[in-house]
């Protein structure tokens, strides 16, 4: 193994990715595979994250689990958090990435919608983080999370409306740092990344008008791709990091910083 390798080596760690069927969640959750670990994806699409993690597999020639389940509702995280541990023999990291966007004016916005992407994207990622922080705790192990935030926590975007969802990304910066805090002295590390926007499959339902104003405002003119998350995921992660906790990564081509 190179001196490379050896700083950044996640072989044969066992790692949770939710939100994993598909988007940023399947291309990290195929990187981790590509570089030695095994996998359990988490997603409400249950045959649609079977049919990632079947590939991954076949890829790869690593573990693949995948499990349909909920993050917003604890007890199905518990148990899936333990059925996956079951499964791999034991559990070392999590990339929490499970999220929702509602576009719509907060004159219009209705209660329920507004609980609905708190609860996935904040609560979710709490109800995961915790359970999982638990989990590593009672079986005396050392491990890391990986919270997704987004550069939505630190500006306001334009021209659309989505007051609920930046809420919800600002709220998830600042529990990666508290949970940093609380949980370092059990050798967990908390962090986050902050993606701008990355070109996924889910780009196809935005009209091209605000496609075309995200880009004239994003100085490298581009989206990213999901590919470019993956080394700050695999960083975060790796034993390189070890001194690393309550740090929000920020991976967005400049648009932060004008």
Same mark, same amino acid.
């Given at each position: 193994?190179t001196?490379?390798?050896?700083?950044?080596?996640?072989?044969?760690?066992?790692?949770?990715?939710?939100?994993?069927?598909?988007?940023?969640?399947?291309?990290?959750?195929?990187?981790?595979?590509?570089?030695?670990?095994?996998?359990a994806?988490?997603?409400?699409? !249950?045959?649609?994250?079977?049919?990632?993690?079947?590939?991954?597999?076949?890829?790869?020639?690593?573990?693949?689990?995948?499990?349909?389940?909920?993050?917003?509702?604890?007890?199905?995280?518990?148990?899936?958090?333990?059925?996956?541990?079951?499964?791999?023999?034991?559990?070392?990291?999590?990339?929490?990435?499970?999220?929702?966007v509602?576009?719509?004016?907060?004159?219009?916005?209705?209660?329920? !919608?507004?609980?609905?992407?708190?609860?996935?994207?904040?609560?979710?990622?709490?109800?995961?983080a915790? !359970?999982?922080?638990?989990?590593l705790?009672?079986?005396?192990r050392?491990?890391?999370?990986?919270?997704?935030?987004?550069?939505?926590?630190?500006?306001?975007?334009? =021209?659309?409306?989505?007051?609920s969802?930046n809420?919800?990304?600002?709220a998830?910066?600042?529990?990666?740092?508290?949970?940093?805090v609380?949980?370092c002295?059990?050798?967990?590390?908390?962090?986050?990344?902050? =993606?701008?926007?990355?070109?996924? !499959?889910?780009?196809?339902?935005?009209n091209?008008?605000?496609?075309?104003?995200w880009?004239?405002?994003? =100085?490298?003119?581009?989206?990213?791709? =999901?590919e470019?998350?993956?080394?700050?995921v695999?960083?975060?992660?790796?034993?390189?990091?070890?001194?690393t906790?309550?740090?929000?990564?920020?991976?967005d081509?400049?648009?932060?910083?004008?």
């Amino acid at each position: 193994m190179t001196v490379l390798e050896q700083l950044f080596s996640l072989e044969g760690k066992n790692i949770i990715v939710t939100g994993g069927a598909q988007g940023i969640g399947k291309i990290v959750a195929t990187r981790l595979a590509e570089i030695g670990a095994n996998l359990a994806l988490f997603d409400m699409q !249950e045959e649609k994250v079977a049919a990632t993690a079947k590939e991954i597999a076949e890829a790869t020639g690593r573990k693949v689990f995948s499990y349909g389940m909920d993050v917003t509702d604890p007890a199905q995280v518990k148990a899936t958090i333990e059925k996956a541990a079951a499964d791999l023999g034991g559990l070392d990291h999590l990339f929490n990435n499970a999220g929702i966007v509602i576009h719509k004016s907060a004159y219009d916005v209705t209660p329920e !919608e507004w609980a609905h992407v708190i609860n996935v994207n904040l609560n979710g990622e709490y109800y995961m983080a915790s !359970e999982f922080a638990r989990y590593l705790k009672a079986n005396g192990r050392k491990g890391s999370i990986v919270n997704t935030a987004s550069m939505s926590g630190h500006i306001v975007n334009q =021209p659309q409306n989505q007051a609920s969802y930046n809420s919800s990304k600002a709220a998830v910066i600042q529990m990666t740092k508290s949970l940093a805090v609380e949980y370092c002295h059990d050798n967990i590390r908390v962090n986050c990344i902050s =993606p701008g926007y990355m070109k996924t !499959e889910l780009c196809v339902f935005v009209n091209q008008e605000w496609q075309d104003r995200w880009m004239d405002l994003t =100085p490298y003119g581009r989206y990213g791709v =999901p590919e470019e998350l993956c080394g700050a995921v695999i960083y975060l992660m790796s034993d390189s990091a070890s001194f690393t906790s309550g740090c929000d990564l920020v991976v967005d081509g400049c648009f932060t910083c004008v």
